[in-house]
């Protein structure tokens, strides 16, 4: 089964960027609805970013204007690119999306949800 994995995580000073992707382990046909979410020792999983069916982006309001999230159709893979960062920024992100198998999934609206492991991203103060 195929599974996202997420890369880019680093330990950057604050003030710094980092530019975290997300792909498919596998061979899918497309990807729908990417999301980024954080999660901080001791704290419960949020949103960062996301990017709906129809196409809109959100943003948790702590990261706007900071942060951007994009989807490359053509490599099936999910960005975020974070300036900015601060301290209260580290955590472990987390991607997910909507995979469409083949193209039978997308005109059936077959898709799966599925969630990566994780990268980690520590900002130094």
């Known amino acids: 089964q195929v599974q996202l994995v997420e890369s880019g995580g680093a330990v950057v000073q604050a003030g710094g960027s980092l530019r975290l992707s997300c792909a498919a382990s596998?061979?899918?046909?497309?990807?729908?609805?990417p999301g980024w979410y954080r999660q901080a020792p001791g704290k419960q999983r949020e949103l960062v970013a996301r990017?709906?069916?129809?196409?809109?982006?959100d943003y948790a309001d702590s990261v706007k204007g900071r942060f951007t999230i994009s989807l490359d159709n053509s490599k099936n893979t999910v960005h975020l690119q974070m300036n900015s960062l601060k301290p209260e920024d580290t955590a472990i992100y987390y991607c997910?999306?909507?995979?469409?198998?083949?193209?039978?999934?997308?005109?059936?609206?077959?898709?799966?949800?599925?969630w990566g492991q994780g990268t980690q991203v520590t900002v130094s103060s």
């Open positions: 997910s999306a909507l995979i469409y198998y083949s193209y039978a999934d997308l005109v059936n609206d077959r898709r799966q949800g599925s």
């Open positions: 596998g061979r899918i046909f497309g990807l729908s609805a």
């Open positions: 990017i709906t069916s129809g196409g809109q982006t």
